[in-house]
C-alpha cells in the first residue's frame, strides 16, 4: 500500500543509548518532516528535508540528527537518548506544488527513555 | 510569530448533539487551515483544509469548519456526532510557499456519551 511506514513502532530505551527511527514514502514525495508528539503540546517539528541530501531543523531539533540519504528514506537519530525524548514520533511527507494539504502522516513510533 | 490555539483540551458532547471546536490562529501570512483527526494508537487522517474562496468547508465524515478572518479563528462543527467520532482533533496552520511545514494547535480530546 502507498504511503508513509515508519519503523519501529515502538521501542524503549535505556537512557544513554542511541537509536534511529526509519520513515519510508513510496509516493516519490520531495519534502519529508519529522514531529513529535506530547501529550498537551501537540505536535511539533524536529526536522525537515526538502529534498535528497538536504535537512534543516524545525521547532525542536536539540538532541535529535536526521539524515535523507535517498529521497524516499528519512532517518531520526538519538546519539544519546533522554528521559525527555520518551514521546510519540510522527513523519510526513510532501510534494511541493501540492501546498500543504499533500502532507501524508505515518503511523508513529512510540518511544520510551527510562 | 505562528501559532494556533485550540482553548479547549477535553470536550464531551451526549451521541447525537451537535459540536463546536474552537481554533484560533496567529500567522504572518495568509494562512493556510487545516483540521486532522487522530483515534487512539493512530496517525493523523486530514478532515479538511482552507485555502481561500467560501469560507465555509465542507470534510469528511460530516465536518465543516469556518474561516473567520477578522475573528483569526477556524472553528470544526458537526450537526451530529456519532460514537465513533471520539477521537482528538488538531488544527494546523501552515504557508504555501518555503518547507510547508505545519503548525499544530495542542489538540481537543472528544468524548461521546451515549
Known amino acids: 500500500n502507498a504511503g508513509v511506514t515508519q519503523t519501529p513502532k515502538f521501542r524503549v530505551l535505556k537512557t544513554g543509548q542511541s537509536m534511529t527511527l526509519l520513515c519510508a514514502q513510496d509516493?516519490?514525495?520531495?519534502?519529508m518532516y519529522w514531529y513529535r508528539q506530547d501529550p498537551g503540546m501537540g505536535l511539533r517539528l524536529i526536522h525537515y528535508?526538502?529534498?535528497?541530501?538536504?535537512?534543516a531543523k524545525g521547532e525542536v531539533p536539540d538532541g535529535y540528527n536526521v539524515s535523507r540519504l535517498k529521497k524516499q528514506n528519512f532517518l531520526l537519530g538519538l546519539e544519546s537518548a533522554a528521559p525527555s525524548q520518551t514521546s510519540v514520533y510522527f513523519c510526513a511527507s510532501m510534494r511541493p506544488g501540492q501546498g500543504v494539504y499533500g502532507y501524508t502522516f505515518g503511523s508513529g513510533t512510540r518511544l520510551t527513555v527510562v | 510569530a505562528q501559532s494556533v490555539t485550540q482553548p479547549d483540551i477535553h470536550i464531551t458532547v451526549s451521541e447525537g448533539a451537535s459540536l463546536e471546536l474552537r481554533c484560533n490562529y496567529s500567522y504572518g501570512a495568509t494562512p493556510y487551515l487545516f483540521w486532522y483527526v487522530q483515534s487512539p494508537g493512530q496517525g493523523l487522517q486530514l478532515l479538511l483544509k482552507?485555502?481561500?474562496?467560501?469560507?465555509l468547508v465542507q470534510g469528511i465524515k460530516g465536518f465543516e469548519a469556518e474561516f473567520k478572518r477578522s475573528q483569526s479563528s477556524f472553528n470544526l462543527r458537526k450537526p451530529s456526532v456519532h460514537w465513533s467520532d471520539a477521537a482528538e482533533y488538531f488544527c494546523a496552520v501552515g504557508a504555501a510557499t518555503g518547507a510547508n511545514n505545519l503548525f499544530f494547535g495542542t489538540g481537543t480530546r472528544l468524548t461521546v456519551i451515549p
Open positions: 509516493m516519490n514525495h520531495e519534502y
Open positions: 528535508s526538502v529534498g535528497e541530501g538536504t535537512t
Open positions: 482552507y485555502f481561500s474562496g467560501d469560507t
